[in-house]
């Protein structure tokens, strides 16, 4: 929402604390900071310390004689109150002490569902390089949607209950991230094989399908203006219902887009940063950063032993072993080198950049 927060686990209060970003002292980043060990957030440029509450409790410079200026109003942090709900850290995105019990009047949405334990499901999060309002546009299009086989497969399971929870959060012009949850009630014979990762590299194709499409839709629009939406694309099946409605009800409501100031949406990237997975993915996702460390450590494994098996057979002179064991170390020598080359497209392709084309699909 273009606001810079810092989200930090207060142990004196059990809770996350969400706090504006920005040291009252001169204004450098409290996210770079630490958590002192009174459990206080600290700022790591002069040292100001801050409680769960947003009140400075320490100045080191300021001298223990004299005024407490911790005290003072200006010292302190800007806090926006919080809540967890669906296990996820929900803030109201303004600091003005009116708002600070609005969370017991007003609540996220809730979702029974993840919550229950007889359902299992993976939660799945990316940054993704367009605005918000493209995304759930993408998401609540059914006519793109039913091209799914994940929406197929549940369609045809009715007894059984399988959602697809999405969050879409705005985060800056043309930039959101999406939270993303699927919860049954069932099991699938295949579950036991496929761990989070592959979970999530499909999930990621699937994001990765439609973004050069929605970001170049969104470079479009926001040429024509956003509230023209209506005049520049032409809707005339039921198909386009819902994302009419949704449109007409962002016009309504917002002019048409996030509103986000003077800020205004940056040129498209190259296609290899525009769908890049590792830095709006896998760092952020220990499952994928495992497997992306345990596979890259399997690859040089492989380069060591091709490498090591060809030096052995250059020092091995005519006769020293038979023929059989000279050809099965240089079988074994070109298949480390072949599973070495292997692994690294595979690697690439999964966790870095994967260059999706409908037109071979
Ligand atoms: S800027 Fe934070 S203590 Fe100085």
């Not at 043309?174 to 036991?192: E, G, H, K």
């Not at 956003?226 to 005339?236: E, L, R």
């Not at 190259?270 to 497997?291: G, N």
């Not at 060591?304 to 000279?326: C, D, E, N």
């Amino acid at each position: 929402m273009g606001l810079d927060v810092v989200v930090w686990w207060d142990k004196n209060d059990n809770n996350w604390k969400v706090f504006d970003d920005k040291c009252p002292h001169r204004l450098a980043p409290l996210s770079e900071g630490r958590i002192d060990q009174w459990g206080r957030l600290q700022c790591v440029y002069h040292g100001w310390c801050f409680d769960g509450s947003g009140d400075c409790k320490l100045i080191p410079q300021a001298p223990l004689d004299g005024p407490l200026v911790h005290s003072f109003s200006k010292a302190c942090v800007g806090v926006y109150p919080s809540t967890v709900q669906n296990g996820i850290v929900w803030f109201w995105p303004n600091t003005d002490p009116q708002y600070k019990d609005i969370l017991t009047e007003k609540k996220p949405p809730y979702v029974p569902e993840l919550d229950d334990p007889s359902f299992l499901g993976e939660t799945f999060t990316r940054d993704i390089p367009y605005g918000c309002d493209f995304l759930i546009e993408n998401l609540m299009d059914p006519s793109h949607e039913s091209s799914d086989s994940t929406q197929e497969n549940s369609a045809k399971t009715p007894p059984r209950k399988h959602l697809f929870v999405f969050y879409c959060i705005p985060v800056s012009p043309s930039n959101c991230r999406l939270i993303c949850l699927a919860p049954r009630n069932f099991t699938l014979w295949i579950d036991p094989f496929i761990t989070r990762w592959m979970h999530h590299v499909m999930q990621n194709l699937v994001i990765d399908s439609d973004m050069y499409l929605v970001r170049v839709q969104e470079e479009k629009l926001m040429k024509a203006g956003p509230s023209n939406w209506h005049k520049v694309c032409f809707v005339p099946t039921k198909a386009d219902t819902m994302v009419t409605l949704y449109r007409t009800w962002l016009k309504k409501y917002a002019g048409g887009q996030v509103v986000w100031g003077t800020q205004s949406i940056p040129s498209i990237p190259p296609k290899e940063q525009l769908m890049d997975r590792y830095w709006s993915h896998v760092v952020h996702c220990s499952s994928c950063t495992s497997a992306y460390k345990g596979l890259n450590a399997l690859k040089i494994s492989f380069q060591v032993f091709s490498v090591a098996l060809v030096a052995i057979l250059g020092a091995t002179k005519p006769g020293m072993i038979s023929i059989a064991a000279r050809n099965t170390l240089a079988v074994a020598a070109i298949l480390c080198f072949v599973g070495s080359k292997w692994l690294s497209h595979f690697i690439y392709k999964n966790f870095h950049f994967h260059d999706y084309n409908h037109a071979f699909k």
